[in-house]
């Protein structure tokens, strides 16, 4: 007996070190990973929601890609949410009962887009109102993983925003080729009612936020006292002026606005090569498994290289790498004895490894500027900016896909916006010297 106790604690340790990354092990802990789990789980309706619009609503690639930036605006006022949750507290709680929101408000959007939505309005509706209730509950568990982060080292830090993402990853993974075999057997419509169960896990998982209610004299307090959002904001705008932060910021928007080809691609891969719904979700499911790769590598050989490093040498080889898509479009893959879809998934297994090694130093980046007392606000404020340009990377994607003509059977000059859209990935290059060399935190201190 007095063996098998060490052999236990060595074993948890092991748990520890390997699995949470270092991490403690706590009810919130988990929570907030089950909440970051189920954001991934939610891609199981990715691909149907995709044939959705193109399909039965019978949407053009610039329209889709359209749609697709304005659903995403949720994502742009995340600080919105933020505030709103930190001066308006419920029932004496300002986490767990937005939590319960979000995930009731995202339960009921899916069973509507699966019985009632039949037109582009609506669709555009639906989906605004589903991005929005995975954008608050995400504003909440940032907020909780950027305090963690903020007291701890740089490598920690990393290890925590791996460990989330990371679960987010292997929530994706999980369904998706699920996502791809599904939709070969049942609707789209049954799809969306299925994922409406997976927003109900966020609220049920809220009790296990860590979280005191605030001051019992709260009814007592002047207004100001009650909803500081005037001097909030502005300890937050005196922050974000700095230089420290904004030339960062401002870089990052720049990389992160060039358009992209996603909606174009989408429809040439299905019209064009004619891949099918399971066959795109094993795409789903090789990316997948490469983010985490991805995730793995940075964790293990990257997580202290500078940012102005790292983020340099990605953006030159990630436009290098994407570059090959250009042998898929012209087909010349064809040409030295590579099938289209083996092609298609070797590309797309690069392509995601190096995406992920390029995305986990913007998350620990965006965490490490934040100072002291307003982390939260401060990083939703980051991630929203950081969302606009996805935005922004879409809406400008959408014209130039409308620009060149490239339509559901015309895809003559899809080359060129492939060309275009990687090329425009250089653009903030000669500004690399706005990123900190080194740790901010240590450049602070």
Same mark, same amino acid.
């Given at each position: ?17 390997? =699995? ?75 986490? $767990? ?6 995930? *009731? ?38 907020? =909780? ?180 898509? *250009?042998? *898929? ?75 060149? $003509? ?28 706005? *990123? ?10």
């Amino acid at each position: 007996m007095t063996v098998a106790f060490p052999r236990l604690s060595q074993i948890k340790d092991t748990f520890v070190d390997t =699995l949470l990354l270092g991490n403690k092990s706590t009810p919130e802990l988990w929570g907030i990973l089950t909440v970051y789990f189920v954001q991934g789980i939610l891609g199981l309706a990715r691909l149907a929601t995709s044939f959705f619009l193109k399909e039965d609503l019978g949407l053009n690639p610039a329209q889709m890609s359209a749609l697709t930036g304005i659903a995403a605006l949720p994502w742009v006022i995340k600080p919105v949410f933020g505030f709103i949750s930190d001066s308006l507290p419920i029932f004496g709680y300002r986490r $767990r009962p937005y939590l319960i929101l979000s995930g *009731l408000l995202g339960s009921v959007v899916w069973i509507i887009l699966g019985t009632i939505v039949d037109d582009p309005w609506s669709a555009t509706v639906s989906l605004l109102l589903i991005s929005l209730s995975v954008a608050i509950s995400d504003v909440i568990v940032d907020s =909780l993983v950027v305090e963690r982060a903020r007291k701890e080292s740089l490598g920690k830090a990393g290890s925590l925003q791996s460990l989330t993402w990371g679960t987010s990853t292997l929530g994706g993974l999980i369904t998706a080729y699920l996502s791809g075999w599904l939709l070969k057997h049942l609707s789209n419509q049954t799809i969306f009612v299925i994922t409406a169960v997976f927003p109900l896990i966020v609220a049920m998982v809220a009790g296990l936020i860590t979280e005191k209610s605030v001051d019992q004299n709260y009814a007592n307090k002047t207004a100001s006292e009650k909803f500081p959002i005037k001097q909030h904001s502005q300890k937050v705008w005196k922050a974000f002026k700095q230089k420290s932060i904004l030339f960062p910021v401002v870089f990052i928007f720049i990389w992160q606005a060039t358009p992209n080809a996603d909606s174009a691609f989408f429809f040439f891969t299905t019209n064009e090569l004619g891949f099918g719904p399971e066959f795109l979700g094993l795409v789903r499911l090789v990316t997948s498994v490469a983010a985490l790769v991805g995730i793995g590598l940075y964790q293990k050989f990257l997580k202290t290289v500078s940012f102005r490093r790292i983020l340099g040498f990605s953006i030159v080889i990630s436009s290098g790498l994407g570059m090959t898509m *250009l042998l *898929l479009v012209t087909h010349a893959n064809r040409v030295i004895g590579i099938n289209d879809r083996w092609f298609s998934l070797g590309d797309s297994l690069i392509l995601t490894v190096m995406g992920e090694i390029t995305f986990m130093p913007i998350l620990v980046l965006s965490a490490r500027l934040c100072p002291k007392g307003i982390e939260a606000t401060l990083f939703a404020l980051l991630m929203s900016i950081l969302n606009l340009s996805g935005l922004i990377s879409h809406e400008l994607g959408a014209l130039l896909t409308q620009w060149l $003509r490239v339509t559901q059977t015309n895809f003559d000059n899809l080359w060129i916006l492939v060309i275009i859209t990687n090329l425009s990935t250089l653009l903030p290059l000669p500004f690399l010297g706005w *990123l900190p060399a080194t740790d901010p935190q240590t450049e602070e201190l």
